[in-house]
Nanobody, 125 residues
Framework: QVQLVESGGGTVQAGGSLRLSCEVS????????ATWFRQAPGNQREGVAL????????AYADSVKGRFTVSQDLAKYTMYLQMNNLKPDDRAMYYC??????????????????WGQGTQVTVSS
């Protein structure tokens, strides 16, 4: 089993920054990929950024390219999402998810085996 705990959400003004963290515990060695998703009220959950655990591969949604950066610290079993130049449209609950196999396509929620509880991000205009 794998447990995921997100933190770092909050309220910022448009143009501001936040860094989200996702701490992983349990059978961490079994995780191949991890992804940040977000879900705004009334919207479907959407993939934001993926990272290959232990590797260098990443992928981003077009809406966040150039503003968000996903990274990992293997020694701390933690994944991060640095969010810069935040916009009101970025307001959502952000979740981290872990996949035991290659999640193709990576934006599909059903490709992931474990989920965190989420952390809220609010951006005021």
């Amino acid at each position: 089993q794998v447990q995921l705990v997100e933190s770092g959400g909050g309220t910022v003004q448009a143009g501001g920054s936040l860094r989200l963290s996702c701490e992983v515990s349990g059978d961490t060695y079994s995780i191949k990929y991890a992804t940040w998703f977000r879900q705004a009220p009334g919207n479907q959950r959407e993939g934001v950024a993926l990272i290959h655990i232990g590797g260098s591969g990443t992928a981003y949604a077009d809406s966040v390219k150039g503003r968000f950066t996903v990274s990992q610290d293997l020694a701390k079993y933690t994944m991060y999402l640095q969010m810069n130049n935040l916009k009101p449209d970025d307001r959502a609950m952000y979740y981290c998810a872990a996949a035991l196999n290659d999640p193709l396509p990576w934006i599909r929620c059903e490709k992931y085996d474990f989920w965190g509880q989420g952390t809220q991000v609010t951006v005021s205009s």
